[in-house]
């Protein structure tokens, strides 16, 4: 799957829908803008987020971030792989550096979000 | 989430290169300043391996000239001036009648007068405060807008700056400069850094900073250098355990509790701050500088708590992940009793850490060896 299948948040996280799971990363914006990924806090499964609520944290050399959960969620997986190497988040944003797999809440309404598109406008606004 | 673009803030001689080169740009005390490159962790790597070159045109130079000069600085700064005969350089600080610190700084024994190399974001509270403090035929030049800064560091600094120069850069021992002629232009040359790796200083004419940092980095293009941000600046300092001002100094800590005694010669007679720093030595500090290393996951940043069990002990003044020791290390003001483990809090959770003796990282190439006084 593509970058241009994916839905983006104005916080700079992307997600793919497949039924009521959404899998979620970092933009490959924002992890150029971040720099080298360092560290992230393993997104804790059974969790559940309310929109807004802080998903997890991830730090760059230079930066602390969060990433928001963009809807109600409960986390089902975070990405383990992150914990040995979260430079994949910088070498493979939209692939392998995915961070977070979300069970959506029934009825989430997902066309809130922006398209790969309307995102690039939105970075280069 | 992302750090704020800037709008208006003064730019280096050499910003537009930093352009071309992809710099993420930072406003970094007023100065719009190069980040980063290619990465941090990649330029911390290659300055520990081979060589780098950063921009530092924003400290703040100040000469220093008149029959009393000797004496003015003697009375501005902690270290002891008369030690540095005309060719060296010396690290030293200037403090305040209470003992905390006004800045840190390098000084330049130059012929017939002195140059004060200090930073960019104290350069004018400094002036003001030196200028405040002078007594006798002594004159203060800000030389800040007419000298450009470039440093190469790095293992093999000392090999590609001697293909540029005809000056036996070998023979010139740490803390020494020397006249130079780099790439056609005039320059004052030390063996100096922040870094932890050998490598130089080049004080120049801004208008030259340009064919100096090109001709530097074609010269390195066979041994690998690379432009280096400020990140990585600040990461290869803190794996060294060396203090920044605004971080480990300021105006409300000494060099008795900063770990900065090494520069503060109470013998040297009076000097600014001398009495309170002697009292507080005497009567013994409260806090004090450590160094720590995480042995759980995460990284320390500036603001978090240190904790001995239960007990907050202090907190964090410098944090990062150390690319060359794979761990969140930092720096931190803990009650003077506090040694061995403790933990920090970071977002809530305590995390294990135990502190080190300093430097960090023990590998560095800085040649330290000096000739005999």
């Not at chain 1, 602390?64 to 969620?73: G, I, K, T």
């Not at chain 2, 209470?98 to 004018?124: H, S």
């Not at chain 2, 020494?176 to 100096?192: D, H, N, P, V």
């Not at chain 2, 000097?271 to 450590?290: K, T, Y």
Request: with cysteine.
């Amino acid at each position: 799957m593509s970058e241009k299948d994916r839905l983006f948040t104005e916080t700079h996280e992307w997600v793919s829908v497949e039924g009521d799971v959404a899998t979620l990363g970092l933009t490959d914006y924002a992890q150029g803008e971040l720099g080298d990924i360092v560290f992230v806090e393993l997104p804790e499964a059974g969790r559940s987020l309310a929109a807004g609520d802080v998903l997890t944290t991830i730090e760059s050399v230079k930066s602390v971030s969060e990433l928001y959960a963009p809807v109600e969620c409960e986390i089902v997986e975070g990405n383990a792989a992150l914990e040995d190497d979260p430079s994949i988040i910088n070498s493979d944003p939209y692939g392998t550096g995915w961070i977070a797999k979300l069970k959506l809440a029934p009825g989430t309404d997902v066309s809130q979000f922006m398209t790969a598109e309307q995102y690039e406008a939105h970075i280069k606004g | 989430m992302l750090t704020q673009e800037v709008a208006t803030v003064r730019k280096t001689s050499l910003y537009d290169e930093h352009v071309a080169l992809g710099a993420k740009i930072v406003d970094f005390a007023g100065w719009a300043m190069p980040m980063f490159y290619e990465g941090i962790v990649k330029e911390h790597q290659r300055v520990r391996g081979t060589a780098g070159l950063f921009d530092v045109s924003h400290m703040g130079e100040f000469m220093v000239s008149g029959a009393d000069a000797l004496p003015a600085l003697e009375r501005l700064t902690t270290n002891r001036v008369a030690s540095i005969a005309e060719g060296r350089v010396q690290y030293s600080a200037m403090c305040y009648e209470n003992g905390g610190f006004v800045d840190d700084l390098l000084i330049y024994a130059l012929p017939g007068r002195y140059m004060l190399v200090v930073n960019a974001a104290n350069l004018e509270k400094d002036l003001e405060w030196i200028r405040s403090n002078l007594t006798g035929d002594v004159v203060v030049d800000d030389v800040s807008d007419e000298t450009g800064l470039v440093a190469l560091q790095g293992p093999a600094s000392e090999r590609i700056l001697s293909g540029l120069t005809s000056v036996d850069v070998p023979a010139l021992p740490y803390y020494y400069w020397t006249k130079a002629e780099i790439a056609g232009r005039e320059t004052t040359l030390s063996r100096t850094g922040y870094t932890g790796e050998d490598g130089f200083e080049i004080y120049c004419d801004p208008r030259h900073s340009c064919a100096i940092w090109g001709a530097l980095l074609e010269e390195g293009a066979a041994a690998d250098i690379g432009p280096v941000g400020l990140g990585a600046r600040d990461t290869l300092r803190l794996e060294m355990g060396y203090s920044l001002y605004g971080s480990e100094m300021d105006a409300s800590r000494s060099p008795a509790e900063a770990g900065l005694m090494w520069v503060t010669r109470l013998s040297k007679g009076d000097f600014i701050g001398r009495d309170a720093i002697a009292r507080s030595i005497d009567e013994g500090i409260d806090e004090r500088i450590v160094g720590f290393e995480l042995t759980g996951r995460g990284i320390p940043r500036p603001g978090h708590r240190l904790f001995v069990g239960d007990d907050e002990v202090g907190h964090v003044t410098s944090g990062t992940f150390s690319p060359s020791l794979k761990r969140g290390i930092g720096l931190g003001y803990v009650r003077s009793d506090v040694t061995g483990e403790l933990s920090v809090d970071i977002r809530g959770s305590h995390i294990e850490a135990h502190t080190v003796s300093l430097p960090f990282y023990r590998e560095g190439s800085v040649k330290r060896k000096r000739p005999a006084l």
